[in-house]
């Protein structure tokens, strides 16, 4: 059953923007803050972005500056802008809602590969 749905990888050269978005289900956006996280060949799974509920927002220190996660509630979605791309940000891209008080499920949607060229 998937829950979450991830779109808009691809490839970019260095320099460039992608835009990820992830979609979902209400029971999932509702009340629950919303992140990014990418794994690259042969690295661990890495947080990138998180956003809560109300709008506040985190970034690992190799994106800020350069990446920006929003969302709109109102459609169930979650985005992630990404500008000034490295060939180091190449990685699948995942997105994720961490558990909450009242449903302990982790969900991830199945990732979107993005890839940097140099």
């Known amino acids: 059953q998937v829950q979450l749905v991830e779109s808009g990888g691809g490839l970019v050269q260095a320099g460039g923007s992608l835009r990820l978005s992830c979609a979902g289900s209400r029971i999932i956006f509702s009340f629950r803050s919303m992140d990014w996280y990418r794994q690259a060949p042969g690295k661990e799974r890495e947080l990138v972005a998180a956003i809560t509920t109300d709008g506040s927002t985190n970034y690992a220190d190799s994106v800020k500056g350069r990446f920006t996660i929003s969302r709109d509630n109102a459609k169930n979605t979650v985005s992630l802008q990404m500008n000034s791309l490295k060939p180091e940000d190449t990685a699948v891209y995942y997105c994720?809602?961490?558990?909450?008080?009242?449903?302990?499920?982790?969900?991830w949607g199945q990732g979107t590969q993005v890839t940097v060229s140099s």
């Open positions: 994720n809602a961490p558990p909450v008080r009242w449903d302990q499920t982790t969900y």
